[in-house]
């Protein structure tokens, strides 16, 4: 992986974008002492995507090469935790993965089958039990559930922050307020970055810019197979049918997830045609940018017959806050990670599919080990980059596919 070298390399290792995965492959790396690393966030740390998030890290998925990447973050957090002699405030609540149709009850057999196969503990509950676990919750009919008692949700800012100031306390430099507005190449290797504040001259860069990460490659030449779609959930107002310490809850029937948060319910809902962006459209920021109409009114209007359905209560209870962000989704639901073949200096961590916080310490510790030159303590193959074969990702039929992925999405 390394560059042709005239030894005059600022970092070994440059990343770009300081959101979860910037931060938390700053922080592997630094900490393996191979290196000096520098991580170039164009606005604050985190204030994009990573921001947003709701933040479930559900362990079982129907995706199981995302399971090893999860499975990686909790370990992190205990990591993190350690070294910062600090608490990160996981709420271990646990998940309670409901489904009513035909469909879901075999998705959900198959889900429990994973985890059981994982080692992760799952157990049917009966309605009473379940109802007793989430209170709101209405089961009619043949509905099964499965709770998984090791789930939890976690502030997704302070976990990063955590990453970038254990990656700090390593010797990792991150700079905030410079944007990297190109990269250096020397023939078919990439020798480091063009910035706001000159360019830095580095044996590996990593494009990990969120959203605007496809935008980055496509100046090289590369189509990254991802597209930005708008992911979105509501916060209703505090009430005392959601107790803060009870279960996420997965409802594929209602396209619908959920969590505690500020004393009411946090809930997602998955449009049947979600809304992608393209890349070449973004703005040049970070934060503040409206995503449609505000309020969310015509997607939670949609959504709303489907959730009723389990959560009686919607209609009685006050909005109280509407987020929304832009995830990066790929067709099949995985992140993109590793190397372009044919361009050396170059790796790419992006395509979180929505699933980016939950992921974030497994892409860590296999971006870095790439980056450092040693073997990735996980099976990358799934994650490769030209796994699609050519696309154009600015091509709406490409965007489409992506957009499908997130309302197809079934799991936390
Ligand atoms: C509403 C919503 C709910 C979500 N819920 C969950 C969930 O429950 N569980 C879960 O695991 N995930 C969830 N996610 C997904 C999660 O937020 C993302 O997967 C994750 O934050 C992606 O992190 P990132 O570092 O790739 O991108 P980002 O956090 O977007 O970071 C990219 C960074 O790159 C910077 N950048 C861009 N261009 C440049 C440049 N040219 N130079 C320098 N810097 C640049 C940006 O400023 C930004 O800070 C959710 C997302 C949204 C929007």
């Known amino acids: 992986m390394s560059a042709p070298t005239n030894g005059s390399h600022q970092a070994d290792l440059v990343i770009v974008g300081g959101g979860i995965f910037g931060c938390s492959i700053a922080w592997h790396y630094a900490r393996l002492g191979v290196g000096r690393v520098l991580l170039l966030e164009r606005d604050i740390l985190a204030c994009a995507a990573t921001s947003c998030a709701a933040a479930l890290l559900t362990r079982a998925r129907v995706k199981t090469a995302l399971m090893v990447l999860i499975t990686q973050t909790y370990a992190d957090i205990a990591a993190l935790e350690a070294e ?3 608490t990160l405030d996981l709420h271990r609540v646990g998940s309670l993965h409901v489904a009513a149709s035909a469909l879901h009850r075999r998705e959900l057999q198959d889900l429990v089958g994973v985890a059981e196969r994982a080692g992760l503990r799952v157990d049917w509950l009966t309605a009473d039990d379940a109802i007793r676990r989430v209170p709101w919750l209405n089961l009619e009919g043949d509905a099964v559930t499965a709770f998984m008692p090791d789930d939890g949700f976690i502030d997704p800012y302070r976990l990063a922050m955590a990453y970038a100031r254990a990656a700090r306390r390593c010797g990792a430099e991150l700079r905030q307020g410079v944007a990297v507005t190109g990269f250096l190449r020397q023939g078919d290797w990439i020798s480091g970055v063009a910035t706001t504040q000159g360019p830095v001259h580095a044996a590996c860069v990593v494009d990990a810019a969120g959203a605007w990460a496809g935008l980055l490659a496509a100046s090289l030449g ?15 107002a505090p009430d005392p049918l959601f107790p803060p310490d009870h279960p996420t809850t997965i409802l594929p029937d209602a396209r619908a997830y959920s969590r505690p ?3 009411g319910l946090l809930f997602g809902l998955r449009e049947r045609q979600s809304v992608s962006i393209d890349p070449r459209r973004l703005p040049c920021t970070s934060s503040g940018f409206a995503l449609g109409e505000a309020g969310g009114h015509s997607s939670l209007e949609g959504g709303a017959p489907a959730l009723r359905r389990f959560l009686p209560a919607l209609d009685q209870l006050g909005i109280a806050h509407y987020i929304a962000g832009l995830s990066t989704y790929t067709p099949d639901g995985l992140p993109i990670l590793g190397a372009v073949a044919g361009l050396g200096g170059f790796l790419a961590a992006t395509g ?4 980016g916080i939950a992921t974030a310490g497994g892409v860590g510790a296999s971006i870095a080990a790439l980056a450092a030159e040693r073997t990735p303590p996980f099976d990358l193959a799934p994650f490769r980059i030209d796994r699609f074969g050519p696309i154009n990702p600015f091509n709406m039929e490409f965007r489409r596919r ?9 799991s936390g």
């Not at 992506?402 to 079934?410: F, L, V, Y």
């Open 84 to 86: 910062l002699d600090e």
């Open 222 to 236: 590369v189509g990254l197979p991802m597209a930005p779609v708008r992911s979105q959930y509501w916060i209703t």
């Open 261 to 263: 948060d500020l004393g």
């Open 352 to 355: 979180c599919s929505g699933a």
């Open 402 to 410: 992506c957009e499908q992925a997130r309302s197809n999405k079934s």
